[in-house]
């Protein structure tokens, strides 16, 4: 593993390294949560892991919207895109289109879907991706709004999304 304090001058490729096993620690931290509250609650966990994944989206949605001010930007979908708070260019894989009023992306490669599947975890997985990327944007406010008409967990092949929003004055 790769000691970023040891060397604080990695190449893109190890920096992409340590994003993906950060990113698919993350995954098996929530897969193992949530297997367990799903297994001993039920239905009633299920619906708590929900509320709590919601929770956790508006939080991210809100400390997005939070450096979108401190910076002293307006909030709109290209302040949100700017100040997005995972390094998905370095861990996950897509083909996107952005225009100034809208990103649509596909997925190829998602270090958690990755992860859940060899964990047998695709319904913890789908549960997390249902809820937290609308959260999200709703926790960000109404100027960015989340469509996913594609998940790779539920419908194989690449995950396909989008966002949408009033372009920058």
Known sequence: MLDEKANPTYAAPELDALADAAARFAADLYFFVAR????????AGEQALRRGLREFGLARGAAIRAAVEAAGEEANLASFLRHYNLPTSRAWRSESTVRPERKE???TYCPFAEQWRARGGTREGQLYCEEVDPAIRAGFGPEVRFTAPRFTLRDGGPCQQSDEGQAPL
Do not use: K, R, Y
């Open 36 to 43: 367990q509250v799903i297994e001993e609650l039920g239905e």
């Open 105 to 107: 992306a596909t997925i």
